[in-house]
Antibody, heavy 115, light 111 residues
């Protein structure tokens, strides 16, 4: 069975950074890309970027370019998403999802940005 | 930022058929296959339809997808109370160099 388990909720101050991790299981980590998607309270899904877990190549949404970095650790079978220069509007649930079709999703990580 | 346009809401009584539209452009839906996701309240999204009209094995055949030109549709036949959820279309956009875009989302209410 495929599962994606994410790190726990975070509270950060404006201007700080946050790193969310995603640990898949049930398949070979490097055979599927990992996407990151966020959802502000009551809002639609918003794609942030993805990583080719095989070669480490990344693509980011223009909205987050320069502020987000997605990495992977093939020894730990983990993907990470770091968002910098946080502002209150970044308060959202952050999800990781697998593959070209985003066929399996993590449980979500609530990131709250508040002074 | 490019988004795909969906109606904000749709509704029906149990047993009815409900259709949700998703409008894009030649650089996204017109050039790529469409996926659909269901998000039940308070839960993570779930893949419902991939590659325009393919269903994962766990998805009931009441759900079907189609695509024509720069638009796509999701149909729910035999509407059930547990289908009350938010639905999102999504696809890649060639004008954005390998970036993925979601629709605006449609809230389906079972009356």
């Amino acid at each position: 069975q495929v599962h994606l388990v994410q790190s726990g909720a975070e509270v950060q101050k404006p201007g700080a950074s946050v790193k969310v991790s995603c640990k898949p299981s049930g398949y070979i980590f490097t055979t599927y890309a990992i996407h990151w998607v966020r959802q502000a309270p009551g809002q639609r899904l918003e794609w942030m970027g993805w990583i080719n877990t095989g070669n480490g190549n990344t693509e980011y949404s223009q909205k987050f370019q320069g502020r987000v970095t997605i990495t992977r650790d093939t020894s730990a079978n983990t993907a990470n998403m770091e968002l910098r220069s946080l502002r209150s509007e970044d308060t959202s649930i952050y999800y990781c999802a697998r593959g070209d079709h985003l066929d399996h999703w993590g449980q979500g990580t609530l990131v709250t940005v508040s002074s | 930022q490019t988004v795909l346009t969906q109606p904000p809401s749709a509704s029906g009584t149990p047993g009815q058929r409900v259709t949700i539209s998703c409008s894009g452009s030649s650089s996204n839906i017109g050039s790529n296959t469409v996926n659909w996701y269901q998000q039940l309240p308070g839960t993570a999204p779930k893949l419902l339809i991939y590659s325009n009209n393919q269903r994962p094995s766990v998805v009931p055949d009441r759900f079907s997808g189609s695509k024509s030109g720069t638009s796509a549709s999701l149909a729910i036949s035999g509407l059930q109370s547990e289908d009350e959820a938010d639905y999102y279309c999504a696809t890649w956009d060639d004008s954005l160099n390998g970036r993925y875009v979601f629709g605006t989302g449609t809230k389906v209410t079972v009356l």
